[in-house]
């Protein structure tokens, strides 16, 4: 059986392709989007709350490297060999460069029920491959804007301040922050709420994003085939990306295969929360359906496993 918050997104996609006037109000989704972002924050910042040290911090800055450098790999294949629009490519870099919190979940599963040896700060992964690929998708939307409109040149200043400033790098960020200085015991009832409530906040903006991928997908054309073949080939070539890193790190076999099914996931969630905002021509029922239409789906059934079976090839 699938995630039970996976069948929420089923049921915004069928209720989508039946034209039923079932919908999320604006100020729901808006809601849902900021408990989302702040949740995975804090989740990150609770795995660093009294553990951190010179390794940890090591481990740390390889990860950060790998996360700026996927969106950057991708967006040339992502404009050229699948001839996507600039928007929609550097969407598409930020959601395959950024990672999947669902992913994440069920490779976390995976590890614990084979026994596979675990690092105690797999869940920061999370937060740090999440971010750097959504600065990099900002920035380089601004750095795109700024060249159709010459005459206002190019400023740094308001290129790092959009970057930033945007509200989903603030709540990620200030989230680490947050839950890394108190972590469970003195975090209390709010880390609990907020952790505690995730599965359900996923499940209700799932349902939202099935609603979105059903408009795309009554619009879909055979045109999109490369879209569909990106989304079934990227994420065994990312994940060897992820096994490298583990490799130079020396991570235990169950950190690798989690940190390998993260490089391999697509985020639909603070990725789409992200660029919807940031990136308003961007097809975003596109990038769904390819992250979480498809990506996701193989990812859990197929995926988690064979990286496994890579990871202990590698070694």
């Known amino acids: ?96 460069g950024s990672v999947s919190a669902g992913t994440f979940a069920v490779a976390l599963a995976y590890a614990q029920s084979n026994q596979l040896e675990l690092g105690g700060q797999v869940t920061l992964y999370l937060v740090l491959l999440e971010l750097p690929a959504l600065l990099v998708a900002i920035g380089l939307y601004q750095m795109t804007q700024q060249r159709h409109s010459p005459s206002s040149g190019f400023q740094v200043k308001a290129l790092l301040h959009e970057t ?84 130079i790190l020396g991570l235990p076999t169950g950190s690798a295969v989690i940190l390998a099914a993260l490089a391999a996931s697509a985020s639909y969630i603070a990725a789409p929360v992200a660029i919807r905002k940031a990136i308003p021509e961007a097809d975003i029922g596109l990038v769904m359906l390819a992250s979480l239409g498809i990506t996701f789906p193989f990812n859990v059934l197929l995926g988690i496993p064979l990286y496994h079976q890579l990871y202990s090839l590698l070694m």
């Open 1 to 96: 059986m699938p995630d039970i918050v996976v069948l929420f997104f089923v049921l915004g996609l069928v209720s989508g392709l039946m034209k039923s006037d079932l919908n999320l109000p604006k100020a729901a989704y808006e809601t849902l989007s900021l408990l989302l972002m702040l949740s995975i924050g804090l989740k990150g910042g609770l795995a660093l709350h009294g553990n951190i040290s010179v390794s940890l911090l090591t481990e740390a800055l390889v990860i950060l490297l790998l996360g700026f450098s996927l969106p950057l790999l991708l967006l040339p294949l992502l404009r050229v060999v699948i001839g996507l629009s600039p928007a929609n490519a550097i969407s598409f870099a930020a959601h395959y």
């Open 164 to 247: 930033f400033t945007n509200r989903s790098v603030v709540l990620l960020v200030g989230g680490v922050i947050i839950g890394g200085l108190y972590g469970y015991e003195q975090g209390g009832v709010v880390v609990e709420l907020l952790t505690n409530s995730f599965p359900l906040i996923l499940a209700l903006f799932l349902l939202e994003m099935g609603l979105v991928a059903a408009e795309t997908l009554r619009k879909f054309r055979w045109r999109y085939w490369r879209v569909v073949a990106f989304a079934l080939l990227a994420p065994p070539v990312l994940s060897l990306s992820g096994m490298l890193a583990a490799i």
